[in-house]
Nanobody, 123 residues
Framework: QVQLVESGGELVQTGSSLRLSCAAS????????VAWFRQAPGKGRQFVAL???????HYADSVKGRFTISRGNANRIAYLQMNTLKPEDTAVYYC?????????????????WGQGTQVTVSS
């Protein structure tokens, strides 16, 4: 069993940068796929980025070139570096972990979720 806790969300201006963190406890994320999803008001949860256990990364087209996912601290934390933020990036950001280590892009593929962290980008 793994517990995930996100942090780093805040209110920023258009063009700013933020780094979100996802800390794991209970066990490490070694061998897991870790992903970030986001949910804007009135919308469903959408895939943002994933990092496979091989360290391969995939991104949604809307964030490609602006966001970078990574992991560190001996697989106990994952990050989402967000640059050139836009108002349409405003959402609650969630990290999720798949113990099967798949390339997974849907909510239902992930067993473990954090509570979310709010990112608001003002225009």
């Amino acid at each position: 069993q793994v517990q995930l806790v996100e942090s780093g969300g805040e209110l920023v201006q258009t063009g700013s940068s933020l780094r979100l963190s996802c800390a794991a406890s209970g066990r490490t994320l070694l061998g897991y796929t870790v992903a970030w999803f986001r949910q804007a008001p009135g919308k469903g949860r959408q895939f943002v980025a994933l990092i496979h256990w091989t360290d391969n990364t995939h991104y949604a087209d809307s964030v490609k070139g602006r966001f970078t996912i990574s992991r560190g601290n001996a697989n106990r934390i994952a990050y989402l570096q967000m640059n050139t933020l836009k108002p349409e990036d405003t959402a609650v950001y969630y990290c999720a972990a798949d113990p099967r280590g798949r390339y997974a892009y849907m909510e239902n593929d992930y067993d473990y979720w954090g509570q979310g962290t709010q990112v608001t980008v003002s225009s």
